[in-house]
């Protein structure tokens, strides 16, 4: 039988998740990024998997932490789950650029205080 995972798993997932995002889009601008389809696949994947590890938050995590953008991680990795066919990559480009720099400091200051509770 597995290993129940800890919250702490699921939040170095949800990080990990980011860093490749941002990784694999690099330097990229909008343009090159909508015309690359191996890195848009690579970066809608890293985000599904953050959503889906931010599914397995417990809420009592999600109301103590509030600057964590849980419920716009879900959504996002509902979207591109369930609406593959017409992912607006521009969208996907600017949570990448402008939204997962500072969720990614508030998971890593989330993950330090629940490590030394």
Not at 56 to 64: A, D, F, G, N, T
């Amino acid at each position: 039988m597995a290993e129940e995972r800890l919250i702490l798993d699921y939040l170095q997932d949800i990080l990990d998740a980011m860093a490749k995002a941002r990784a694999f889009l690099g330097n990229m601008d909008r343009r090159e990024f909508e015309q690359d389809e191996r890195t848009s696949y690579a970066v809608i994947r890293a985000l599904e998997v953050a959503g889906e590890a931010a599914r397995h938050i417990p809420e009592e995590i999600v109301k103590r932490y509030p600057k964590i953008p849980w419920s716009d991680m879900i959504g996002m990795r509902n979207v591109l789950i369930h609406d593959y066919i017409e992912v607006d990559l521009e969208a996907v480009w600017l949570t990448v650029k402008d939204d997962l720099p500072e969720a990614e400091e508030e998971i890593k200051r989330t993950i330090e205080e629940l490590s030394d509770d």
